[in-house]
């Protein structure tokens, strides 16, 4: 487990928050966990209610979609850096619109999403760069998920 330092660092290192300011980092750390994850655990699964955010820190998560008719489907491989569970911070709809398997022992970091969300109502900077961020991974999502779907119905 990292001690406050670590995890400071560890925060900062993250190009998603090379942006904030000490401040926000050191709000941010109020939010955040490292959880770790073994060869097919599942993190989170498509339709339940989302309370985190994760950045992956080691490893490898398989993004898999319920596709009718299909079953479920691998949507993208999600590797070291790479933020999932961004449905978390949606105002109004939290439910997660994919399940997460651990494709690959994995060490992430966990950000209470009720937590983050009070941090953007009362740190408008960092909710500002918070939600830019946010939009551009739903906007990457979806277009990964068509290309799937199209793939899936042209094949």
Same mark, same amino acid.
């Given at each position: ?33 490292? =959880?770790?994850? +073994?060869?097919?655990?599942? /993190?989170?699964?498509?339709? #339940?209610?989302? &309370?985190? !955010?994760?950045? %992956? ?43 997460? =398997?651990?494709? +690959?022992?994995?060490?992430? /970091?966990?950000?209470?999403? #009720?937590?983050? &969300?009070? !941090?953007?109502? %009362? ?33």
């Amino acid at each position: 487990m990292l001690n406050q330092v670590g995890m400071i660092a560890t925060l900062k290192s993250i190009p998603w928050f090379h942006d904030l300011s000490p401040e926000s980092i050191q709000n941010l750390l109020k939010a955040a966990e490292i =959880r770790s994850f +073994e060869r097919d655990d599942v /993190i989170f699964t498509e339709g #339940e209610l989302n &309370q985190f !955010l994760y950045v %992956i820190l080691k490893g490898r998560i398989q993004i898999e979609s319920f596709i009718p008719g299909h079953g479920l489907r691998p949507i993208y491989i999600a590797e070291p850096l790479d933020v999932i569970g961004w449905s978390s911070l949606t105002p109004v709809v939290r439910q997660n619109p994919s399940s997460s =398997r651990v494709i +690959e022992k994995s060490r992430l /970091i966990a950000f209470r999403a #009720e937590k983050i &969300q009070h !941090l953007c109502e %009362i740190d408008h900077e960092l909710g500002f760069i918070i939600m830019q961020r946010v939009a551009n991974i739903v906007a990457s999502c979806m277009l990964n998920h068509r290309i799937k779907l199209l793939g899936l119905m042209s094949g």
